[in-house]
Nanobody
Framework: QVQLVESGGGLVQAGGSLRLSCAAS????????MGWFRQAPGKEREFVAA????????SYKESVQGRFTISRNSAKDTVYLQMNSLKPENTAVYYC??????????????????????WGQGTQVTVSS
C-alpha cells in the first residue's frame, strides 16, 4: 500500500505560480511511476502530467506543456508539479497518483487514470482572473 498526500494548492491570480507536492509513504516510493490529474467542477477527471519511475521520461497534457513541470525526489519520496503562468481554466482539484512498476517499464510515463493504483485526496487550485 502507498499513501499519497498532496499539498501546495491555493488561490492565485492569473499569471501566477504554484508548486504542488505529493508526499508518499508506505511501500518503496521508487518502485512507482507517478502522475498528476485534475478535475474541475462538472467535468471529467483529466490527465495533467506524468513521470516515469526512472525520472527520465515525462509526459504532459498539451495545454500545460511549457508551463507545468513534473519532477520527483525519490530520496524524499515526493513528486512535484510546478505550475507557472496559471490561467483561470486551470482551476480544479489536483490529484497525485502512483502506479506500481516492473523494472522493464522503468522509463514509461503513464497518462491514463485507469493505469494508476493509488490516489491522493486532492488539493484545490483556484486561479482568479
Amino acid at each position: 500500500q502507498v499513501q499519497l498526500v498532496e499539498s501546495g494548492g491555493g488561490l492565485v491570480q492569473a499569471g501566477g505560480s504554484l508548486r504542488l507536492s505529493c508526499a508518499a509513504s508506505g511501500r518503496t516510493f521508487s518502485s512507482y511511476a507517478m502522475g498528476w490529474f485534475r478535475q474541475a467542477p462538472g467535468k471529467e477527471r483529466e490527465f495533467v502530467a506524468a513521470i516515469s519511475w526512472s525520472g527520465e521520461s515525462t509526459s504532459y497534457k498539451e495545454s500545460v506543456q511549457g508551463r507545468f513541470t513534473i519532477s520527483r525526489n525519490s530520496a524524499k519520496d515526493t513528486v512535484y508539479l510546478q505550475m507557472n503562468s496559471l490561467k483561470p481554466e486551470n482551476t480544479a482539484v489536483y490529484y497525485c497518483a502512483a502506479k506500481s512498476i516492473a523494472l522493464i517499464r522503468r522509463n514509461y510515463a503513464y497518462i491514463k487514470d485507469e493505469d494508476y493504483d493509488y490516489w491522493g485526496q486532492g488539493t484545490q487550485v483556484t486561479v482568479s482572473s
